[in-house]
């Protein structure tokens, strides 16, 4: 995916919505983002609109680190079995 795409598709459409209806819980995140190139590109484009609604970035995060990020180990294990489910073995 790229920059424009990613902007667009996930960020305003799906991640902004989502993130402004937790706003208005009282809530508070942070928008953490890994240093993908869409996703660097699309921060700079849109750094107002993200500003304006809100959203607040970690703005520097270390790349390939799964030591903070929760979902990577998991990534081996859904390349492993989503095959199965298709009637594919590994």
Same mark, same amino acid.
């Given at each position: 995916? /790229? +920059? ?22 009282? /809530?508070?995140? +942070?928008?953490?983002? /890994? ?10 484009? /849109? ?13 520097? +995060? =270390?790349?390939?680190? =799964? ?5 990577? =180990?998991?990534? +081996? ?5 989503? =095959? ?7």
């Amino acid at each position: 995916m /790229d +920059w424009y795409l990613y902007m667009h598709e996930a960020l305003h459409s799906r991640l902004y919505p989502f993130i402004e209806r937790l706003h208005s819980n009282g /809530d508070f995140y +942070w928008l953490v983002e /890994d240093n993908a190139g869409s996703h660097l590109k699309a921060a700079r484009y /849109d750094k107002e609109k993200a500003e304006a609604t809100g959203i607040h970035r970690v703005e520097k +995060w =270390p790349p390939n680190s =799964p030591g903070f990020n929760i979902v990577e =180990p998991a990534w +081996w294990y859904l390349k492993k079995t989503i =095959p199965r489910f298709r009637g594919v073995k590994t």
